[in-house]
């Protein structure tokens, strides 16, 4: 249902471009489509260039020079991982696009180490520096930052184009509207408030906005990724625990527990306490590892642990989408979704088309960031030339619904602590979400659907509970498209463990696509090749609009 937009916005600002998130793609959007001659407005629920999981810590990038045996070994090292649902095209097209912008990261200042022979490493970036100089750089480009501005819904026109978004300062409660030609969702991935490194900025705020404009997801089964953590700590940085022995209380090592084996850790820790040590790394190393990741070791310092020489407790903290691979539907090469003007870059995109059913923390991510977020802010800068002049002046409602309701025609006020609490109970548990059974996925899916009835039929007090009673209803909506897409893989495929399917299905290779909100639907879609996508984009918006939902595999609420 669309309303209709008051007038009491204290900022009205018009736009060729809005990105919704300022990390790194949402900066490399900004920068991008302000490049392309469009002005840009950017929105981001903390301040740009600090607030989510890259700002925090070092961060892999997934970058390859463009020798061919190079590049053959990167395509093939996660395609087995991923359950064999990457697209070799796409990630050709990653790689160069991550070579090229990387290079221009050095060009604009960026301080890359050198290795040994004195040649330049950029493999990896450390998120402070990085991030500040994006924001420098999309400042220097014209872009309007918003900060502290998270947006609370998107705007369409009549026609059911995207059309810009509305939302507040949490800072002076001024509420704001950008009225834009096209619009970028890069608001991260939904790490359910697991308290996981930089995480807890990211809800799925944009996956709700966006399918409340009638966008789709894929690959939301893929979601389940759990981050090592000492259990008194919140970083979750993993690296290191390659060089790490587990081990029960009293000492004995786990049998086959490692860092890349973590179900065996999940599987201990429903018993019993895990500890680890990272005795592996040898001496040499241990001076470069703390240059290299400074925030890793910082907890234990703080402790007064030596995590060389001392064993500590340690934790799965769940990560979500955000080292998951889920997010909105990429319909073609330009990023779009499925909806027109609407756009997706980084973790709020799904990273199936590179990744497959299997990512972790940057590498991978970082440069599907770096790239889709440079053509996803030109191409949306390229849309919105192709509208023309005084299409912001378009007649547009806002599409926003749940978690924004208020007045007395609704009988029950929202407890968002109470919500955000029952969600966390059904995504959080290893029995739940590591180790999937149809049982278990069921069983929470009706308890996930009843809390959003409640969302449904309640409403905010007062207008400065909106953002977070916007991040209840995001994270409530992204689990229901989990556990409904996962309930529909009948297999075990990249980080989808169900139990009661333990082995991958070859008649299973496919992505599952889901939306919806009252009604979650989910359907499946065969691989396709980059050269099809612009063709099946087509169709598909021709065919699936016109599609019966009974064609559709779904749980009505």
């Not at 060009?107 to 040649?119: A, Q």
């Not at 625990?241 to 587990?246: D, E, Q």
Request: hydrophobic letters at 35%; charged letters at 20%; proline letters at 4%.
């Amino acid at each position: 249902m669309l309303k209709t937009l008051t007038n009491d916005f204290e900022l009205d600002l018009e736009a060729d471009v809005l990105v919704i998130g300022g990390g790194p793609a949402g900066t490399w959007a900004a920068w991008s489509a302000a490049s392309s001659g469009a002005r840009v407005v950017l929105v981001d629920k903390g301040y740009c260039g600090t607030t989510g999981c890259a700002a925090a810590s070092g961060n892999g990038v997934w970058y390859v020079p463009p020798h061919p045996e190079a590049r053959e070994t990167a395509k093939a090292s996660r395609e087995s991982l991923g359950g064999f649902l990457a697209d070799r095209n796409w990630m050709d097209r990653v790689l160069n696009q991550t070579y090229i912008n990387v290079n221009q990261l050095a060009e604009w200042g960026y301080p890359f180490p050198t290795d040994d022979e004195g040649k330049p490493y950029r493999r990896s970036l450390q998120g402070p520096e990085y991030m500040r100089l994006m924001r420098r750089q999309i400042q220097r480009a014209g872009v309007k930052i918003l900060d502290n501005s998270p947006a609370l819904e998107l705007l369409v026109d009549d026609d059911g184009a995207v059309a810009g978004a509305t939302g507040v300062n949490r800072q002076t409660g001024e509420k704001w509207i950008v009225r834009s030609q096209s619009t970028i969702i890069a608001t991260g991935g939904c790490a359910f408030l697991s308290k996981a490194l930089g995480c807890n900025v990211l809800t799925g705020d944009g996956y709700l906005m966006a399918a409340e404009a009638g966008a789709e997801m894929s690959g939301m089964e893929f979601s389940n990724a759990y981050g090592i953590s000492p259990a008194f700590s919140s970083v979750t940085k993993t690296l290191f625990y390659n060089w790490a022995t587990f081990t029960y209380e009293d000492g004995t090592v786990i049998p086959g527990a490692s860092s890349h084996r973590r179900s065996v850790i999940a599987q201990t820790l429903l018993q019993q306490p895990v500890y680890a040590i990272i005795d592996k790394a040898a001496e040499s190393m241990r001076v470069s590892m703390r240059l290299a990741q400074p925030n890793f070791f910082l907890p234990f310092d703080r402790a007064g642990i030596d995590p060389f020489t001392q064993r500590f407790p340690v934790t799965l903290r769940l990560e979500g989408t955000v080292r998951g691979t889920g997010g909105i539907r990429i319909v073609d090469e330009s990023c779009s979704s499925s909806v027109r003007g609407l756009y997706a870059a980084g973790d709020a995109a799904t990273r199936e088309l590179i990744c497959g059913g299997f990512t972790g923390g940057g590498s991978h991510n970082a440069a599907w960031a770096i790239s889709s977020g440079y053509w996803s802010g030109k191409s949306a800068a390229e849309y919105s030339r192709s509208l023309g002049e005084n299409k912001t002046q378009r007649q547009v409602k806002g599409v926003g619904e749940v978690g924004l309701q208020s007045g007395s025609d609704r009988s029950k006020t929202l407890a968002t602590d109470e919500v955000i609490q029952a969600v966390q109970a059904e995504v959080f548990p290893y029995e739940k979400n590591y180790f999937r059974t149809e049982q278990g996925l069921t069983e929470s899916l009706s308890k996930l659907n009843h809390l959003w009835q409640e969302l449904r039929s309640s409403q905010v007090t007062s207008e400065k509970e909106l953002p977070k009673a916007r991040e209840a209803a995001a994270m409530v909506a992204t689990a229901r498209w989990m556990y409904s897409s996962a309930i529909e893989r009948k297999e075990t495929r990249g980080m989808h463990k169900h139990q009661d399917y333990p082995e991958l299905d070859a008649n299973q290779q496919h992505h599952l696509i889901s939306g919806g909100l009252d009604r979650v639907w989910v359907k499946s879609q065969p691989l396709l090749n980059a050269e099809d996508i612009s063709q099946s984009k087509i169709e598909n918006r021709s065919t699936e609009r016109n599609q019966s939902p009974k064609s559709k595999i779904g749980v009505t609420v």
